[in-house]
Structures are given as structure tokens and as C-alpha cells.
């Protein structure tokens, strides 16, 4: 399975962006995809997980209530829409997919299989 993010750029706070990620190769396998982020200077955090067959979705609670995570029919693209971005939404932001059962609640690095290249998203106050 290939990851493909996109969507990343320049956004002044308060505003909106969506990021797009883009699945190919042996799709079928996915079970779940989550997002991730890396801050300058921090560790890569966990932002919100969608189950790819139930579309059961999860969320940090520092994104909860202004990201929202969905799936498209296709279940091969996944969408973080990330609204009333603050500065400290700046970050690297990964896609990530799952084989199988996850072994744990689904926000750990260690869970995920397949990771995109990351887009990188700025917030300008």
C-alpha cells in the first residue's frame, strides 16, 4: 500500500485547509487509517483514527470539534477538514494505514503499517 498526502500549505489563524490522503496498491488490506503530526521540536502526535470498513471514527482531544476526519466511497482516500487552525496546529502531517486488528486503541506510531511522506501545514497569526 502506497500513502499519498496532499493538501498542505499556508493558512492564517482561524482559517481552514483539508488534507487529502490517498491510498494505492493493496487497498483491500487497509483496516484503518489515522493522521498524525509532528510540531518543530516535538514527538509525532496522534490526531484522529476512521475505521475504513465500520467509518467508526476517533479523535484526539486537542483536534476534537475542529478537525474532522472522513472517508470516501471508495474507502481508498481519507480527509482531515481542520477548521479554526490556531498556530500551534503547525505542523508535519502524516497519513497513516493499519494491517489488521490494531493492536491497540489505534494512536500509537507502532500500529500503523503504511505512512505517507507528510505535507506541511503553516498557521500564520
Known amino acids: 500500500v502506497q500513502l499519498q498526502a496532499s493538501g498542505g500549505g499556508l493558512a492564517q489563524a482561524g482559517g481552514s485547509l483539508s488534507l487529502s490522503c490517498k491510498a494505492s496498491?493493496?487497498?483491500?488490506?487497509?483496516?484503518?487509517m489515522g493522521w498524525f503530526r509532528r510540531a518543530p521540536g516535538k514527538e509525532r502526535e496522534f490526531l484522529g483514527i476512521?475505521?475504513?470498513?465500520?467509518?467508526?471514527?476517533r479523535y484526539s482531544d486537542s483536534v476534537k470539534g475542529r478537525f474532522t476526519i472522513s472517508r470516501d466511497n471508495t474507502k481508498t482516500t481519507m480527509v482531515l477538514q481542520m477548521d479554526r487552525l490556531e498556530p500551534e496546529d503547525t505542523a508535519v502531517y502524516f497519513c497513516?494505514?493499519?494491517?489488521?486488528?490494531?493492536?491497540?486503541?489505534?494512536?500509537?506510531?507502532?500500529?500503523?503499517?503504511?505512512w505517507g511522506q507528510g505535507t506541511l501545514v503553516t498557521v500564520s497569526s
Open positions: 496498491g493493496s487497498v483491500f488490506i487497509m483496516t484503518n
Open positions: 476512521i475505521d475504513m470498513n465500520s467509518g467508526d471514527i
Open positions: 497513516a494505514a493499519s494491517r489488521g486488528r490494531l493492536i491497540g486503541d489505534g494512536s500509537h506510531e507502532y500500529e500503523y503499517v503504511f
